[in-house]
């Protein structure tokens, strides 16, 4: 079955930096879209940034700049480098996989079950 594990989150000071990886496993990795989505209290998930199977990248407006998605096929891992960290980036922020979700601008099949992320000021 799919599983999608995100790490990596924690407590930053306003200005740093964070990685977070999304170790996946159950399903053909290199042929899946993958991507990244936060949600903070009550708001919507919301997209960060996604990669296509065929490494087309796009990024929310405010991470524009500040964070980079990347994907690692051989290892079957995703990771959302954070830089220059802001109290507003605070939210879980969740894996998210399927096929072609990317390319058709729908949403993620299949979620992890999220990491905090946390900045202060």
């Known amino acids: 079955q799919v599983q999608l594990v995100e790490s990596g989150g924690g407590l930053v000071q306003a200005g740093g930096s964070l990685r977070l990886p999304c170790a996946a496993s159950?399903?053909?990795?290199?042929?899946?879209?993958m991507g990244w989505y936060h949600q903070a209290p009550g708001k919507q998930r919301e997209l960060v940034a996604s990669?296509?199977?065929?490494?087309?990248?796009n990024y929310a407006g405010s991470v524009k700049g500040r964070f980079t998605i990347s994907r690692d096929n051989a290892k079957n891992t995703m990771y959302l480098h954070m830089n220059s960290l802001k109290p507003e980036d605070t939210a879980v922020y969740y894996c998210?996989?399927?096929?072609?979700?990317?390319?058709?601008?729908?949403?993620?099949?299949?979620w992890g079950q999220g990491t905090q992320v946390t900045v202060s000021s």
């Open positions: 159950g399903f053909t990795f290199s042929i899946y879209d």
């Open positions: 990669i296509s199977s065929g490494g087309t990248t």
């Open positions: 998210g996989t399927g096929i072609n979700w990317v390319v058709v601008r729908g949403l993620p099949r299949y």
